[in-house]
């Protein structure tokens, strides 16, 4: 079945950067596009980013472009969100989707 195995949230202070992981299994990761979702508390989950399966086309939320870019390694089964210039806005936690399924995701904080 689809796993997917978000890793490398955490705190955070204004300004600062992480670097998100997405590992997959269970499925054909270099065949379909992937995403990254975030919600914060009390507010619906929302895309963040897009990719689609041969990494060349991406697709971001009017409120991380230019800050965040999305990428993935279809030789490893794994996608990226490299986050930069990190605003306490973006604090949420995050989720890797693909293929009808969610991962667990990862809690990303962003304060002073």
């Known amino acids: 079945q689809v796993q997917l195995v978000e890793s490398g949230g955490g705190w955070v202070q204004p300004g600062g950067s992480l670097r998100l992981s997405c590992a997959a299994s269970?499925?054909?990761?270099?065949?379909?596009?992937m995403s990254w979702y975030r919600q914060a508390p009390g507010k619906e989950r929302e895309l963040v980013a897009g990719?689609?399966?041969?990494?060349?086309?991406?697709n971001y939320a009017d409120s991380v472009k230019g800050r965040f870019t999305i990428s993935r390694d279809n030789a490893l089964n794994t996608m990226y969100l490299q986050m930069n210039s990190l605003k306490p806005e973006d604090t949420a936690v995050y989720y890797c989707y693909a293929r009808f399924s969610w991962g667990q995701g990862t809690q990303v904080t962003v304060s002073s």
């Open positions: 990719i689609n399966s041969s990494g060349r086309s991406t």
């Open positions: 269970g499925f054909t990761f270099s065949a379909y596009p």
